[in-house]
């Protein structure tokens, strides 16, 4: 079993910064990908940023220049820096893993959200 626990939400005024934070732990060989998606109210799912385990990196284009994804493979952790932020940021964040439990069975995850809100 594997567990994906998100934290750094929060509640912050527009053109402020957060950073979240994404701890994996369990049952882990290794982590492929990591990511991390968003729902905002009355909208579906999105994605916001993905890392792969070698660090490449790709977002969305409503958050290119103010996120930044990176992760500690060591401690299987990963980050969203967020600058800039403005209202329509808000959402729930999610924290999402392709996790290989063996060196040859893999599936993916999901951590409970992280509520994060940029006021007017």
């Known amino acids: 079993q594997v567990q994906l626990v998100e934290s750094g939400g929060g509640l912050v005024q527009a053109g402020g910064s957060l950073r979240l934070s994404c701890a994996a732990s369990?049952?882990?060989?290794?982590?492929?990908?990591m990511g991390w998606y968003r729902r905002a109210p009355g909208k579906q799912r999105e994605l916001v940023a993905v890392?792969?385990?070698?660090?490449?990196?790709n977002y969305a284009d409503s958050v290119k220049g103010r996120f930044t994804i990176s992760r500690d493979n060591a401690k299987n952790t990963m980050f969203l820096q967020m600058n800039s932020l403005k209202p329509e940021d808000t959402a729930v964040y999610y924290c999402?893993?392709?996790?290989?439990?063996?060196?040859?069975?893999?599936?993916?995850?999901w951590g409970q959200g992280t509520q994060v809100t940029v006021s007017s």
């Open positions: 999402n893993a392709d996790v290989n439990i063996t060196p040859i069975l893999s599936s993916v995850y």
């Open positions: 369990g049952s882990i060989f290794s982590i492929n990908y």
């Open positions: 890392i792969t385990s070698d660090g490449s990196t």
